[in-house]
């Protein structure tokens, strides 16, 4: 029976059941910490929404959650784990880095000029993923990659370099960020001439784009994509649910539904000042964790999708890339 890392230990694959690949249960962007005089952390109420959270995707069965929330956006494994022990569901959390255009770039740029960039941000990786997260003991799942609209950066190229490493050697899966759907096949296609194994490998937030000979070129490399931002629909790049779907019933249809997973990015508590969580439900009103359940998996049916391709994209799909498993 393969094993991976949750953060309360290491879990049977056989044990993760249904599984939503890509939310968060904290985020925030890189520079609320400046905010903490209008905004300081309420580690009590983000405790407290963790559990509502976790207690309504578990009313779906869903029994694991990737919390796929990068080092610098604030990562919080041990209330991650809190949360995990007071609920019974699984959680499992990433070591990653986000885009450059939205991440924290100054201190890896900096020792990139005085050192091999690659080099540190793999020692990273590898440190946490074989040892643990600073002084928690809690082992990352996954390692999560971003990269920008319309381009891989120099920058973000530092850490799809490592990260393929670290999975080669320690068989950790890579899952991935891409803004508004772009870059997916040179995401992939870096990953994969840097070693990495494609079953190990999501390219996601691939729903951004729906163009379906695109999305086509993304899955002949045999890597698994992600149908990963349902309910996030409205903006400026990002498509409506409907487009999605249509997309998604396609490439089903088509025999794809082995490569597929299926979630929606959804953020459960915004780090910083109050207000963002309002405006968003304001703008984007399906967005919500149980979107997916609520809204989108009803159509099924209509279009002719079975159970049991559901069951392949929400329980067999995730089993197999996070644990390596058949």
């Not at 082995?258 to 459960?268: K, M, T, Y």
Request: hydrophobic share 40%; aromatic share 8%.
């Amino acid at each position: 029976m393969k094993i991976l890392n949750t953060v309360t230990g290491p879990v049977a694959s056989d044990r993760l059941g249904k599984t939503l690949i890509h939310e968060h249960f904290v985020f925030g962007y890189p520079g609320w910490e400046g905010d903490l005089t209008l905004g300081p952390f309420d580690r009590e109420a983000c405790f407290r929404a963790g559990l509502e959270m976790a207690g309504k995707v578990q009313a779906h069965g869903v029994q694991t959650v990737v919390d796929a929330t990068p080092n610098e956006t604030g990562r919080n494994p041990l209330l991650l784990k809190e949360i995990s022990e007071k609920t019974g569901l699984n959680i499992v959390c990433a070591s990653g880095y986000y885009s450059e255009a939205e991440g924290a770039t100054p201190y890896f740029k900096l020792r990139s000029k005085f050192g091999d960039g690659v080099q540190q941000v793999y020692e990273m990786f590898k440190k946490e993923v074989a040892e643990g997260i600073g002084t928690t003991g809690i082992r990352p799942g996954v390692l999560k990659l971003a990269s920008s609209k319309g381009e891989i950066t120099d920058y973000e190229r530092m850490f799809f370099k490592a990260a393929a490493r670290v999975s080669r050697e320690e068989g950790i899966p890579i899952l991935t960020h891409t803004e508004e759907g772009t870059q997916g096949p040179e995401q992939a296609e870096l990953l994969l001439g840097e070693g990495a194994d494609p079953g190990r490998v999501l390219i996601g937030h691939i729903c951004g784009n729906t163009d379906i000979d695109y999305l086509m070129r993304v899955l002949e490399t045999g890597v698994f994509i992600g149908f990963d931002r349902l309910g996030i629909e409205g903006l400026v790049g990002t498509p409506l649910d409907s487009r999605r779907e249509a997309c998604l019933i396609g490439l089903i249809g088509l025999g794809y539904a082995p490569q597929i997973l299926l979630s929606q990015d959804w953020v459960n508590h915004w780090l910083g000042r109050p207000g963002v969580a309002d405006i968003v439900s304001m703008v984007m009103p399906n967005w919500k964790p149980t979107h997916l359940f609520d809204d989108v998996l009803p159509v099924r049916e209509k279009a002719g999708i079975t159970a049991g391709q559901i069951e392949t994209m929400l329980v067999d799909n995730p089993r197999r890339f996070l644990s390596g498993g058949a």
